[in-house]
Nanobody, 124 residues
Framework: QVQLVESGGGLVQAGGSLRLSCAAS????????MGWFRQSPGKEREFVAA????????PYSDSVKGRFTISRDNAKNTVYLQMNSLEPADTAVYYC?????????????????WGQGTQVTVSS
């Protein structure tokens, strides 16, 4: 089992920045993939970004590319999502996820463990 705890969400004005963190505990050995997804009210959960164990592969959704940066600290079993130039459309609950098989993917059905989510609200 892997437990994931997200933090860093909050209320920010459009154009502002936030940094989300997700700490993994439990079965944290292995070269797992970590990802961020989000769900806005009335919408399905969608992919935001993912990162391989090495950090060399970092796919992003088109909607956040160039504004968000995913990174990880394997020594701390933590993944980060730096969000800049935030827009009201970025308002959502952001979820951290882990995929045990070390092949990066953007499909949420391929991820094995999920955090509880952290709310990000961007005001206009």
């Amino acid at each position: 089992q892997v437990q994931l705890v997200e933090s860093g969400g909050g209320l920010v004005q459009a154009g502002g920045s936030l940094r989300l963190s997700c700490a993994a505990s439990g079965r944290t050995f292995g070269r797992y993939v970590m990802g961020w997804f989000r769900q806005s009210p009335g919408k399905e959960r969608e992919f935001v970004a993912a990162i391989s164990w090495s950090g060399l592969s970092t796919p992003y959704s088109d909607s956040v590319k160039g504004r968000f940066t995913i990174s990880r600290d394997n020594a701390k079993n933590t993944v980060y999502l730096q969000m800049n130039s935030l827009e009201p459309a970025d308002t959502a609950v952001y979820y951290c996820a882990v995929r045990i098989i070390p092949i990066i993917t953007t499909s949420q059905k391929d991820y094995d463990y999920w955090g509880q989510g952290t709310q990000v609200t961007v005001s206009s």
